[in-house]
């Protein structure tokens, strides 16, 4: 859905890390398990930053012998890549871990071991990259997530801090959830936040995203 939608803004994009579902289907892994992908474009942070949240999606599972109704979540993350990296990071504070990138099939990409995973010890946050075809440009790449992962949530910490004295905004839906996309028994995708709804799941699925975008930066 996204992918549709980043082609269709003009957006650039780049898988940068991509693990997949467990095995056993008829054409090896299903599904993707996580994806890290790498968006360039005007003013795409500010565009896409109201997409963080857990997703619904409801509908008649492909997978169930059945055809039972299946209820997945998808959680969505949004990071801003740093350009000015001001951040100190005490290496002995990481992990560094390096494997070879596999693609759907469980068969290796690669050969070496060029795909890297750096962990924070300290707040087990992980960046992650298998794009590059050498260890250290996906080193470098994996570092730059992380350090936005963790300069995030410094200012996350401090956005808490101000909530607590100001009192926290209440937010339209329950938990974390921000979206639901019914499939069955009726058809319906609806923001939790902003309560924009539309019966046109399929074109919402194929990427058509901007109405329910343009309401939550409204609504922010």
Known sequence: ???????????????????????????????????????RGDWVFGTLKGERGIHRLVRISPFSSKNLRHTSFAKIDVIPEMRNNNYQINPEDLKIDTYRASGPGGQNVNKRETAVRITHIPTNIVGSSQNERQQGLNKDKAMKILTSKLARLKEEELESQIK?????????????????????????????????????????????L?????SVIRWV
């Open 210 to 214: 901007d109405r329910l975008i343009e």
């Open 164 to 208: 607590k004295v100001k009192g926290e905004k209440v937010s339209i839906g329950w938990g974390n959830q921000i979206r639901s996309y019914v499939l069955h028994p009726y058809k319906m995708v609806k923001d939790l936040r902003t309560g924009v709804e539309t019966s046109q799941v399929e074109k919402v699925l194929d990427g058509e």
């Open 1 to 39: 859905m996204y992918e549709r939608y980043f082609v269709s803004k003009g957006f650039n994009i780049k898988v940068i890390e991509q693990s997949y579902g467990d095995s056993g289907g008829p054409d090896g892994r299903i599904g993707t398990k996580e994806v890290t992908m790498e968006v």
